[in-house]
């Protein structure tokens, strides 16, 4: 029955939607809140750390993995700018799937520091899978 609900489901609402769903009925289950950078505390670790290389002038390497759709770069890049430290800046992103992919590089081509940005369709794990 549980099965039979969960496709129709996904006919009624789409894959995408249905998935979404359950990823919220999921976390709300386990009194979990959704992965905010500005509420997890991302956002201010990046704005920590970027300001204390700011004041050395040596160049920073930084690797998003798993980068999704590229939001957690996107604020490094925003406070880098900020911070006037671009120029010695260097991202690399590692995003798999290829769809997630797209999005990315779609939203980082917008960027005007999207030269400092290397987007790389791969995963980074220690075996296939």
């Not at 009925?25 to 991302?42: H, M, Q, T, W």
């Not at 201010?44 to 004041?55: E, I, K, N, P």
């Not at 800046?89 to 779609?106: A, I, N, R």
């Amino acid at each position: 029955m549980k099965s039979q609900i969960i496709d129709v489901l996904e006919i009624l609402l789409g894959r995408r939607s249905a998935w979404r769903l359950g990823r919220s009925l999921y976390l709300k289950a386990r009194a979990d809140s959704p992965n905010v950078a500005r509420l997890n505390g991302e956002e201010s670790l990046q704005r920590q750390l970027l300001a204390r290389f700011s004041a050395v002038q040596e160049n920073l390497v930084v690797f998003d993995v798993g980068a999704n759709i590229g939001d957690w770069t996107w604020f490094l890049l925003q406070e880098a700018s900020r911070l006037n430290i671009e120029g010695r800046l260097e991202v690399h992103t590692f995003e798999p799937v290829p769809s997630t992919f797209m999005v990315l590089q779609k939203r980082i081509s917008k960027h005007k520091l999207r030269s400092h940005v290397h987007l790389v369709s791969q995963a980074l794990s220690n075996e296939d899978g």
